[in-house]
């Protein structure tokens, strides 16, 4: 079985433009991502997939892999799917751009997913965690999941999910981590199919596997990724370095 991570990295940002390119510690965000994903020493191979030239450019000149996208994509998924297709790999780990501080330990439990799964019944493993402030459960910032008893999704939502009409009865909130990690075969797939209601409603990417029937394996975790979305954010990963 071969795993690879891909990094989409995307040289636009709405909120903090050109952020992979800022300087941390002597080197570029999207280079220090990169060189975390390989020292992690899970995955047969890395890659950064990207439509900029200037982040292209940027990790080839470190010694690092990248694949320079062709089309323009929507999601994430679209562009590791574009990048991946003529590779011969069975699962792929999407790794985020800006969170140059990767903890293993979450993205080794994805990865075990796979390794146990002979019948291969999941297509995609992703991770959650418990919430319990009202105000994390409430904000549609955080996506919210709910499983079945063997940990698959069985729905992802900005609003709240479950909503607690019977009050102690033992419910608990999960929000969705953004982590995946794929099938060669569902990304593929999702590439081809065409967006339907629910994700168009929700803008949730995840929700276009669900309804086209892909199995979905959560993984709970305490992980709190940090990512670099703010200016603010760059000077704290400075002091962190």
């Not at 990094?7 to 975390?36: C, H, N, W």
């Not at 940027?58 to 062709?70: L, P, Q, R, T």
């Not at 929507?74 to 903890?103: K, M, T």
């Not at 075990?112 to 319990?132: C, Y």
Request: zero cysteines.
């Amino acid at each position: 079985m071969k795993i690879i991570a891909v990094i989409p990295a995307r040289y636009a940002s709405t909120r903090f433009p050109a952020k992979l390119m800022q300087d941390l510690g002597g080197k570029t965000v999207i280079v220090r991502t990169y060189e975390a994903a390989v020292n992690t020493q899970l995955f047969d191979d890395v890659f950064v997939v990207t439509d900029s030239d200037i982040i292209y450019d940027e990790i080839i000149f470190n010694g690092g892999k990248a694949i320079k996208s062709i089309k323009e994509h929507e999601s994430g998924s679209d562009r590791i799917a574009e990048a991946i297709e003529h590779l011969n790999v069975s699962v792929v780990v999407n790794v985020q751009g800006d969170e140059p501080f990767i903890d293993a330990e979450p993205l080794a439990k994805l990865i075990e997913i796979f390794r146990h799964d002979a019948t291969q019944q999941v297509d995609l493993a992703s991770l959650m965690r418990e919430i319990k402030n009202e105000d994390e459960i409430h904000n549609p910032n955080n996506v919210k999941v709910v499983v079945d008893q063997n940990k698959f999704a069985l729905y992802f939502s900005r609003s709240v999910i479950p909503y607690a009409r019977e009050k102690n009865v033992g419910v608990r909130y999960f929000q969705h981590i953004g982590i995946y990690a794929f099938r060669k075969q569902a990304l593929l797939d999702f590439y081809n199919l065409p967006m339907q209601s629910l994700e168009a409603s929700e803008k949730l990417e995840q929700l276009r596997y669900l309804e086209f029937g892909k199995r979905i394996k959560m993984v709970e975790t305490t992980h709190v990724g940090i990512g670099i979305d703010t200016p603010e954010d760059l000077e704290k990963a400075r002091k962190m370095l």
